[in-house]
């Protein structure tokens, strides 16, 4: 069992920053791919970064080389530096943790681009 809790959402305006935090307990948290996801009112849920316990990272089109995900193995946790926020960016973001058929998620958090 991998327990995440995500913070460091809030409101911020167009072409403003964020970074989120997810925290991860439970298991060797440096065996995990880990990953963001978001979900806007009425859409499904979509893949916004991975880092993969090897380092490598992956991004969509939407976010890439405004997103980019970190993780400290010594602390057991994953970062989402968000810059460049555009309105579209408006969800819930949700961590991910998994390792073959294993697949956790935090509970979200909301973040609003909004001016």
């Known amino acids: 069992q991998v327990q995440l809790v995500e913070s460091g959402g809030g409101l911020v305006q167009p072409g403003g920053s964020l970074t989120l935090s997810c925290a991860a307990s439970?298991?060797?948290?440096?065996?995990?791919?880990m990953g963001w996801y978001r979900q806007a009112p009425g859409n499904q849920r979509e893949f916004v970064a991975r880092?993969?316990?090897?380092?490598?990272?992956d991004y969509p089109v939407s976010v890439k080389g405004r997103f980019t995900i970190s993780r400290d193995n010594a602390k057991n946790t994953v970062l989402l530096q968000m810059n460049s926020l555009k309105p579209e960016d408006t969800a819930v973001y949700y961590c991910?943790?998994?390792?073959?058929?294993?697949?956790?998620w935090g509970q979200g958090t909301q973040v609003t681009v909004s001016s």
């Open positions: 991910n943790a998994g390792r073959g058929i294993r697949n956790y």
């Open positions: 439970g298991d060797i948290f440096s065996d995990y791919a």
């Open positions: 880092i993969t316990s090897a380092g490598n990272t």
